[in-house]
Every structure is written in structure tokens, then in C-alpha cells.
């Protein structure tokens, strides 16, 4: 077995030198034989073919991506590769808001209409208090039919996720906590169920403390996926990597 990797590797490596495959098809190979470097542990094995494929290495975006940045004087560095990031490749995505009060810091991509639609990233909180609008689906209007907001009243160190289905919302029990890396995989269907759920070894819990559903009230579909947003406390340090966006269920690690 240990040959056979090595074997691919080298294969691998060579079609990339000439131009048949793109370092990034690379890197999917080797996730999908286990070898990946991502910080959380494992990884899902990626989609097919997503709609948003994003893991912010090489200069600016990557996969050629248009993402936009509401920046309100705040960071958002797409090629921030300081520790404790990369946490996957050789950049991650790092959100600060900078002044108090602290305005909406975020960067969003369109991928048009999708329903339903599946998400999934890697999410690092460096510093997290208070709450914080960590990531939204957007409608062609710019409304928001779906998001996931950090939640830790207690200004300790960790924080439950609350997802929002238009008007209705659903907490997690289990808590995210300040220096891990965790997985986060989403859903939102328009007129159906909302669902987050996260784990740090890659699987994709659906029950237990650390999912949360909805059948809320929202009636537009995904059509941009945003990260970053809105918050209550201008110290808060976020690092995002890997994002997928697809119409099918981003598949947990096996
Ligand atoms: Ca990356
Ligand atoms: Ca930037
Ligand atoms: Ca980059
Ligand atoms: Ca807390």
C-alpha cells in the first residue's frame, strides 16, 4: 500500500510539472488516499464537483474565484499563512474586525441559485467572544435565508453555533472552543430544513450536541456563500480554509 501511495505521489507530481493537472487536482488525490495536511484531523473526501471550491492558497483566491470583501477598515487576508494557520494547503482565510464599533467584515462568492444547498469549511476560532455572524448564504437580492452565528454570552472562550432559517433559529448544545480546529458542515433548503453540524476529526454529526436543525421560514434560495460577518466584539480573530459549496451533501471522512 505504502508503495502504491508513493507511486501515485510520484505520478501525480509528474502530470503536474506538465501542465495535465492542476496542483490543486494534486492535493485532491492525496486527501483522497488520506495523506491530507489539514489542521482539524482527517477531512471529508471533496465533492465532484462543487460549486464553490475554495481553499485560498496561491496568490488571492483560488480556482480563479471572484470573492468580494466588505471590509469596514478590517482585515481580510486571503493569503495568511502565520500560525496557527495554514490550516490546510499553503494559505488560510483571516477575518478581524478592526474598530469598535465593529462593522461587517466579510467575504462572499456567488454561485448562483441552488436548492438545496450543502457547505462546508474548516473554521479555526483564534479569538471568539460575545457573538459573531460567522457565515451566511446570501439570495440574489443580498437577503439572508440562512446563516450560522458564534455564540458565547459567557465572554469565556467558547460559544454554542446558532443557525437561522428566516425568522426561526436552532442552537447547538456543543460548544466551540478558542484554539481548535473544527469541521462545520451546513445545509439550507428554501421552504425546508436548515442544519448545521461540526466534529474535529471530519465527520459530519446528525444528532447529538454538536448538530442543530430548522424548518424555518425562509422562501429564497443560496445564491452566495459568505464568511465573515457581522459581530459584537472587535477583538475577534477567525481563520477559515477549505470551503465547499454543492447541491449534493459534502461527504464526511471515510
Ligand atoms: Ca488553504
Ligand atoms: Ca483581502
Ligand atoms: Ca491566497
Ligand atoms: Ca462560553
Not at 451546513?186 to 436543525?213: I, K, L
Request: proline share 6%; aromatic share 12%; net charge negative.
Amino acid at each position: 500500500m505504502k508503495r502504491a501511495i508513493i507511486i501515485l505521489i510520484a505520478a501525480a507530481l509528474f502530470l503536474s510539472y506538465c501542465w495535465l493537472v492542476t496542483p490543486q487536482d494534486v492535493r485532491r488525490v492525496l486527501r483522497g488516499i488520506g495523506t491530507t495536511e489539514e489542521g482539524g484531523g482527517g477531512g471529508p473526501n471533496p465533492p465532484a464537483s462543487p460549486l464553490v471550491d475554495q481553499d485560498f492558497d496561491g496568490a488571492g483566491y483560488a480556482n480563479s474565484e471572484t470573492w468580494t470583501e466588505g471590509l469596514d477598515g478590517a482585515t481580510v487576508n486571503e493569503d495568511y499563512d502565520t500560525a496557527p494557520a495554514p490550516l490546510e494547503g499553503d494559505d488560510s482565510l483571516f477575518i478581524e474586525p478592526d474598530a469598535m464599533p465593529p462593522g461587517n467584515t466579510y467575504t462572499y462568492h456567488q454561485f448562483g441559485d441552488t436548492d438545496p444547498a450543502y457547505g462546508y469549511c474548516l473554521f479555526r476560532p483564534v479569538v471568539a467572544r460575545y457573538q459573531h455572524v460567522i457565515i451566511q448564504f446570501w439570495d440574489s437580492g443580498f437577503a439572508v435565508p440562512f446563516q450560522i452565528e458564534y455564540r458565547d454570552g459567557e465572554d469565556d472562550g467558547d460559544g454554542i453555533l446558532r443557525i437561522s432559517n428566516g425568522s426561526t433559529t436552532a442552537d447547538t448544545t456543543g460548544e466551540l472552543a478558542e484554539g481548535t480546529t473544527y469541521h462545520i458542515f451546513f445545509s439550507y433548503a428554501n421552504g425546508g430544513s436548515a442544519t448545521v453540524a461540526f466534529s474535529t476529526d471530519g465527520t459530519r454529526p446528525t444528532s447529538g450536541p454538536n448538530f442543530a436543525t430548522t424548518t424555518g421560514t425562509a422562501t429564497t434560495d443560496a445564491n452566495r456563500i459568505v464568511l465573515g460577518g457581522a459581530n459584537s466584539d472587535n477583538q475577534n480573530q477567525l481563520i477559515f480554509d477549505q470551503v465547499w459549496v454543492d447541491d449534493e451533501q459534502i461527504p464526511e471522512q471515510n
